[in-house]
């Protein structure tokens, strides 16, 4: 059973940190590219940052100009974002998923979803 588990959403002010992960299991890890999405109330969900499979390529949205951090640890199944720098206009729901023997080339592609984790920036 494939399962991807997001931690590490809660609440925090503007101009804090978070550090998401997502652990994996089910699947060749290996195999896939991991990507990080959010989706905030009333908004499409959109792509924040994406990592291959061997953690040497990384593909980040413009809006996060250098505050965020994707990376992975194979031999653990996991992926971690960190997040810095953090905006009100951050707050979403964020999502891991996996694109196993593809590309991730847009939310289209990847095959794997988990339940998401809850980010809100507020003071």
């Known amino acids: 059973q494939v399962q991807l588990v997001e931690s590490g959403g809660a609440l925090v002010q503007p101009g804090g940190s978070l550090r998401l992960s997502c652990a994996a299991s089910g699947f060749n890890f290996d195999d896939a590219v991991i990507g990080w999405f959010r989706q905030a109330p009333g908004k499409e969900r959109e792509e924040v940052a994406c990592?291959?499979?061997?953690?040497?390529?990384?593909y980040y949205a413009d809006f996060e100009k250098g505050r965020f951090t994707i990376s992975r640890d194979n031999a653990k199944n996991t992926v971690h974002l960190q997040m810095n720098s953090l905006k009100p206009e951050d707050t979403a729901i964020y999502y891991c998923a996996a694109d196993v023997w593809g590309t991730g080339t847009g939310e289209g592609s990847y095959d794997y979803w988990g339940q998401g984790t809850q980010v809100t920036v507020s003071s």
């Open positions: 990592i291959s499979r061997s953690g040497g390529n990384t």
